[in-house]
């Protein structure tokens, strides 16, 4: 049954049979098999839907069992008329009795069935114009039965004993064939005659088949159904909206889009995983264009990215019928219960259900908090051991003696070989072997592996471990981070396979040695471990939009520290999945200046995918605080500046917008601006921000209403971006890897940020030096600062310049592949407002579901 349902899901496939009878030691339901088999691509007519229709006389919609079409066949080409004259079939098999009764009599003959108990068989055959046996019984039907000059089609196989023959038998038909030549005009011999037809018509079918897949088939093409959207005014809460929809049942989804079932690992009705084996299959088939979903610099409360990704795709989709998936970050538990709130978009541009997006998903968030803690539990234990224990005793319980043998396990063998030491043999090791072997010697104040929780609670964001009376005194300063701010999630959203990721987490570096070595997840001997607890999060997660377009939501990598982008691993498998004519849109965590550019120098450089198209994000509130209009503060009523037509505050504040248009450009793709219309927005602002961004270098610039008006509302937009994606595109990459670490850090400052110059403190220069003395020189950056500014310090709005960027520290992502500046201060655990999030959530006590504002 796996095995006919993944034919059914294959387009490559136009028909297949299954041999009866079926061999098998234990019985098998025969008609449970035949019926799983599709029925457009059940060639040999025996499913009960082909069955059916064939009773109907619907002979133009089904195929036809190959026995009785290849016995029409035969008939045909005697060139006698089947209409009119009488017919008379020997059998009722669901093979070749019944259908050929239905056959001929939907040809117009008149149609007598008979069978072993017919009483009066002889006196049948004998009205007969033609006779059809298919009764399974050797020579049954004698010569003299049968009318002079009928057609005589014989379709029994039987075997009886023959001693002229080597195998002491011969293979006869169901009529007696000497005598009945002799009265017969058409007779078929057995064995060559209705055999080799059958084979014919079956290929036959297949032809068939496939002339109707290209009759209904679009190359590319995916056939999808959209929903439609009841829109309100006033628009109601987003939560609202999303229990307001009922979404396709996420296997529909998987269908419509190319995925196999065998490809998808359903969680419920409306989220699932996607096997990666599916780029495996789709490895020929051309990448569709990718657009990325950015913004200008945003207030507190954010600009809208992810209600215009939602918007585009829902247009592209929806309305103008265009392959397309969005890729989007999962959320985090910490600003979805904190202040932010949820992240599936908002108003009529939303992934559904919004609930099961901004909650637990399909777990990968745990399945990252696990595997991190993993490795910090390890660290702490490895330096107790080592400072409790001589050599001999740590390499006794790390190669331990099993029933008399010592053998290294695969991750000790690399780290033998990682020492130079190319032994396999336990008992080979000298005693300065087995020390440097068994001691990793870790400075505990070069620990730079944190553990994570995936909530803001800021009392863990320093504690001190180790005071229980089992750890004899060996204490340590710690803290806990959030979850995705883990080089877990970061390896997640940029390795592009299992293997990949496992080679990544091995490389991890989570502290120094005493010798200033760098000391490894896979020195730990945590690597396997850690690929175990990942295995399932590998894997992208499919959702869909209000208006029923997919989604794969996957990592979620916090856009300061880590690259804030989704999966590399979703983006291929849908670009991929929607064709060359298709489109993938991504979104860009934070400002163009943070996401945007990681986006291109990390994730484009580790994937090998080059973007087509740049949306860039803007609103009239954003344009005003940056020109100069007072400070905006989630939770707290807007000024009358950002309710009031201000044409020059908004003039004033399209430098960011000018600025960050040229960002983009730096990287040779071509911009299109989205001006995200909030219901305060004058026209005249609007009408504004568009000319400032044409003028600015934009390819396009549109205002849209998508937020209100859900797909409907960003068809301008989409319009732009299908022209944009045909535009000459040259990305490139800002700098070099090859070059030192200090330059690479000075060209982002410069080019994207606007800054003078850049200012290392003495802790960022001892950084330089260790990385580039351990190697990790030639990775690329991912700085680390205010998302409400271009430069370090939030209250500089608009496009400063000639400011000194100060860089404090450098950490090194070693497992993902970045070293990451810190510029300024920053928290990696935020902390809960004084009204949260949670305040407004809880389950419905009629429904059950949940209620509250995400």
């Not at 003299?144 to 039987?158: Q, S, T």
């Not at 009922?246 to 190319?258: L, S, Y």
């Not at 929806?318 to 992240?343: D, E, M, W, Y």
């Not at 205002?703 to 994606?725: D, F, P």
């Amino acid at each position: 049954l796996k095995c006919i349902a993944s034919l059914n899901a294959d387009p490559a496939v136009h028909g297949f049979i299954v041999q009866l009878p079926l061999d098998s030691d234990k019985p098998i339901n025969t008609e449970k098999i035949t019926n799983a088999v599709a029925p457009e691509k059940d060639v040999d007519g025996l499913s009960s839907i082909n069955a059916g229709k064939l009773s109907r006389g619907d002979l133009g919609d089904c195929f036809i069992p190959c026995t009785p079409k290849g016995c029409m066949e035969l008939i045909r080409q005697t060139g006698v008329q089947v209409a009119g004259k009488r017919a008379v079939v020997i059998g009722r098999s669901k093979i070749v009795g019944a259908p050929m009764h239905d056959l001929l009599l939907w040809n117009n003959a008149t149609v007598t069935t008979c069978h072993s108990k017919t009483s009066t068989l002889a006196e049948e055959v004998g009205k007969a114009d033609i006779l059809v046996v298919a009764a399974g019984r050797a020579e049954m039907v004698k010569g003299e039965w049968i009318k002079p000059g009928a057609i005589v089609i014989d379709c029994g196989i039987n075997h009886v004993p023959d001693s002229t023959k080597a195998s002491g038998k011969r293979v006869v038909g169901d009529v007696a064939y000497a005598s009945a030549k002799e009265k017969a005009s058409f007779i078929t011999p057995v064995p060559g005659g209705v055999g080799p037809m059958t084979v014919a018509m079956l290929m036959q079918s297949t032809v068939e088949s496939a002339q109707r897949f290209l009759e209904k088939f679009q190359p590319g093409k995916w056939t999808i159904q959209y929903n439609q959207l009841t829109l309100k005014v006033p628009v109601p809460s987003d939560i609202e909206i999303s229990q307001s929809c009922v979404p396709k049942p996420i296997d529909q989804v998987a269908k419509e889009v190319g995925l196999f079932p065998d490809e998808v690992e359903l969680y419920g009705q409306t989220k699932a995983k996607v096997q990666l084996s599916v780029l495996n299959r789709l490895k020929n088939q051309p990448d569709g264009k990718y657009v990325v979903v950015t913004g200008i610099t945003p207030t507190p409360l954010g600009e809208g990215k992810s209600t215009t990704t939602v918007g585009l795709v829902q247009a592209l989709g929806a309305h103008l019928h265009q392959n397309v998936f969005a890729c989007v970050r999962q959320p985090s538990q910490g600003p979805t219960f904190g202040i932010k709130g949820g992240a599936a978009g908002g108003g009529y541009c939303q992934v559904v259900p919004m609930e099961e997006f901004n909650l637990h998903l399909t777990g990968d968030i745990h399945a990252i908090t696990a595997a991190n803690n993993l490795v910090a539990a390890a660290i702490d234990a490895r330096i107790f051991h080592e400072l409790t224990q001589s050599d001999q005793a740590l390499y006794n319980r790390l190669v331990p003696s099993v029933n008399g043998v010592r053998k290294f396990s695969d991750i000790q063998i690399r780290r033998l070989q990682k020492l130079g030491i190319n032994k396999t043999d336990p008992m080979a090791l000298t005693k300065e072997e087995v020390n440097s072997f068994v001691r990793l010697d870790i400075d505990p104040g070069t620990i730079t592996w944190q553990r994570v929780l995936d909530t803001n609670d800021r009392f863990l964001r320093k504690i001190t471990i180790g005071q229980s009376p089992t750890e004899k005194g060996f204490t340590r300063t710690a803290q806990f981070d959030i979850t995705v701010s883990s080089e877990i999630m970061a390896v997640l959203a940029l390795a592009d396979g299992l293997d990949d990721m496992k080679k990544r987490f091995g490389r991890m570096v989570v502290a120094s040695s005493k010798k200033g070595q760098p000391v490894t997840a896979d020195d730990l001997g945590v690597t396997g471990a850690l690929a175990v607890l990942m295995k399932d999060a590998v894997k992208p997660n499919l959702m869909q939009t209000l208006e029923g377009t997919p989604v794969f939501v996957h990592a979620g990598p916090f856009a300061n520290i880590a690259h804030g982008n989704s999966s590399v691993l979703a983006d291929k498998i849908a670009l991929k999945l929607v064709g060359k004519d298709g489109f993938v849109v991504t979104e860009a965590g934070f400002g163009a200046d943070i996401g945007m550019e990681k986006f291109f120098n990390i994730k484009c450089r580790y994937s090998g995918l080059r973007p087509h198209v740049v949306v860039l994000v803007a609103t009239v509130r954003a344009l005003k605080m940056h020109g100069g209009g007072p400070a905006v503060t989630a939770g707290v009523p807007l000024p009358k500046e950002y309710t009031e037509e201000n044409l020059q505050l908004v003039a004033k504040g399209c430098s960011n917008l000018n600025k960050q248009i040229q960002n983009a450009r730096m990287f040779g793709v071509p911009v299109v601006v989205a001006v995200n219309a909030f219901k305060t927005d004058t026209k005249a602002e609007l009408a504004l921000v568009v000319q400032h961004a044409k003028e600015a270098g934009a390819f396009d610039a549109v205002e849209c209403t998508h937020w209100a008006e859900g797909g409907k509302g960003a068809l301008a937009l989409a319009r732009a971006v299908q022209r944009a994606s045909q535009a000459p595109s040259n990305f490139r990459f800002l700098y070099n890897v090859e070059l030192p670490v200090v330059d690479k850090i000075r060209l982002i400052a410069q080019q994207v940020y606007g800054a003078r110059d850049i200012e290392l403190l003495p802790e960022a220069q001892e950084k330089v030096a260790l990385y580039t003395k351990q190697g990790f020189g030639n990775l690329p950056i991912c700085m680390a600062k205010t998302h409400l500014s271009l430069s370090h310090d939030p209250e500089q709005k608009g496009a400063p310049t000639g400011f000194v960027l100060p860089i404090r520290d450098i950490r090194a992502s070693v497992g993902a592949g970045f070293l990451y500046p810190l510029v300024g201060t920053m928290s990696t655990m935020p902390g809960l407002p004084t009204r949260p999030c949670f305040y407004d959530i809880d389950l419905d006590p009629v429904s059950g579901g949940v209620n509250g504002l995400f």
